[in-house]
């Protein structure tokens, strides 16, 4: 179930950064900065070492997307 919730997250997160509203735009990074982590404790308990690096690769870029836009 906690698979669903994250991808519904994402979901939710793309929807706002692809929305024109550039105001929102830190709102949609930090949204896709949890689901990412999410998919990144997902991968972990997996042992799925690939998929953990590139999720803690986007985790980080959307907590600068946070900071650059906030």
């Known amino acids: 179930m906690a698979r669903w919730f994250a ?13 024109t509203n ?3 735009f ?3 990074w930090f949204v896709s900065a949890i689901a990412t982590g999410m998919w990144m404790y997902f ?3 997996d042992k799925d070492v690939p998929r953990t690096i ?3 690769c986007f985790v980080v ?10």
């Open 43 to 45: 991968g972990y308990r």
């Open 22 to 24: 550039v105001n929102l």
């Open 26 to 28: 830190y709102i949609g």
């Open 7 to 19: 991808f519904g997250l994402t979901m939710f997160g793309t929807y706002i950064l692809t929305n």
């Open 54 to 56: 590139m999720e803690l």
């Open 61 to 70: 870029l959307c907590i600068r997307g946070v900071i650059n836009f906030y």
